[in-house]
T-cell receptor, first 116, second 111 residues
């Protein structure tokens, strides 16, 4: 049973470029959340996808966008990269049964993005 | 607004001692409180969680307590071992499963 996977592991981009990060959720999970973790800080919520729709969004600009595919995998796109976008990008998957309430979220290994 | 405060930021203990990390949350609707352990260069790993209908949960050397009235929850590690050294994050959900994380506690267990 595969856990959450992410690709690529590391990425180096220059300012102004665009990047796409990918995430495959844990088997049986249908919800993917993306987080940005700057060095020495806790993960910051970017957005969450469920049923191929963005369900909730954190305080990130529109340069950050995403997509979820029918197989529940997800992509995070960042346009017009800034130096401050350098961080570890984590995706977390969970299963959303009927009703609301917190559910266990399991993190992937992350993609380390460096913007020069 | 949504906020999770975590203390202390660093904690140094001797092997075998106990360690306690405390968090306070602001969203009274939060009903699930996970703790994550993150070793250097690795992903956050879910180590224990508690739901709002329970006051305490224990898993071997790790326990979590919750006081919903005070909006406090704490992680307790007993008989600490060097491999417990890591950064620990508490979190609380707000809205639709959005996790808000604390600022982290760097735990150092010295042999």
């Amino acid at each position: 049973d595969a856990g959450v996977t992410q690709s690529p592991t590391h990425l180096i981009k220059t300012r102004g470029q665009q990047v796409t990060l990918r995430c495959s959720p844990k088997s049986g999970h249908d919800t993917v959340s993306w987080y940005q973790q700057a060095l020495g800080q806790g993960p910051q919520f970017i957005f969450q996808y469920y049923e191929e729709e963005e369900r909730q969004r954190g305080n990130f600009p529109d340069r950050f966008s995403g997509h979820q595919f029918p197989n529940y995998s997800s992509e995070l796109n960042v346009n017009a990269l800034l130096l401050g976008d350098s961080a570890l990008y984590l995706c977390a998957s969970s299963f959303l049964p009927t009703g609301t309430g917190g559910r266990e979220q399991y993190f992937g290994p992350g993609t380390r993005l460096t913007v020069t | 607004g949504e906020n999770v405060e975590q203390h202390p930021s660093t904690l140094s203990v001797q092997e075998g001692d106990s360690a306690v990390i405390k968090c306070t949350y602001s969203d009274s609707a939060s009903n699930y409180f996970p703790w994550y352990k993150q070793e250097l260069g690795k992903r956050p790993q879910l180590i224990i969680d508690i739901r709002s209908n329970v006051g305490e949960k224990k898993d071997q050397r790790i326990a979590v307590t919750l006081n919903k009235t005070a909006k406090h929850f704490s992680l307790h590690i007993t008989e600490t071992q060097p491999e417990d050294s890591a950064v620990y994050f508490c979190a609380a959900p707000t809205g639709f499963q959005k996790l808000v994380f604390g600022t982290g506690t760097r735990l150092l267990v010295s042999p």
